[in-house]
């Protein structure tokens, strides 16, 4: 059974820093690709950052490049998101999502979604 678990979300002060993980089990990490995506209430979904585990690829939204890094351990079945500089305008839940690998990274398209973390960045 395909299973996508969150961690690493938290209460940090602007500036600060948050690494967020999303464990993956039932499935080959290779053959997907893996998102953050974050919503804040009363907004919409949006993609955060994506990648294509097969060859690498990835994406970031416009509020994310500079800041964020995504990356994953394939041994481990693991992706993660390293977000730096942190702003309050990144307080939202964040979701970990998987689809087949052919997907167009960072649509809002993806299969498999996990349960979220609160990321909340106040002073």
């Known amino acids: 059974q395909l299973q996508l678990v969150e961690s690493g979300g938290g209460l940090v002060q602007p500036g600060g820093s948050l690494r967020l993980s999303c464990a993956a089990s039932?499935?080959?990490?290779?053959?997907?690709?893996i998102g953050w995506f974050r919503q804040a209430p009363g907004k919409e979904r949006e993609g955060v950052s994506c990648i294509r585990i097969s060859d690498g690829t990835t994406y970031y939204a416009d509020s994310a490049k500079g800041r964020f890094t995504i990356s994953r351990d394939n041994a481990r079945n693991t992706v993660f998101l390293q977000m730096n500089s942190l702003k309050p305008e990144d307080t939202a839940v964040y979701y970990c999502?998987?689809?087949?690998?052919?997907?167009?990274?960072?649509?809002?398209?993806?299969?498999?979604w996990g349960q979220g973390t609160q990321v909340t960045v106040s002073s």
């Open positions: 039932g499935f080959t990490l290779g053959h997907y690709a």
């Open positions: 999502a998987a689809h087949y690998r052919a997907i167009q990274l960072c649509t809002r398209d993806y299969k498999y």
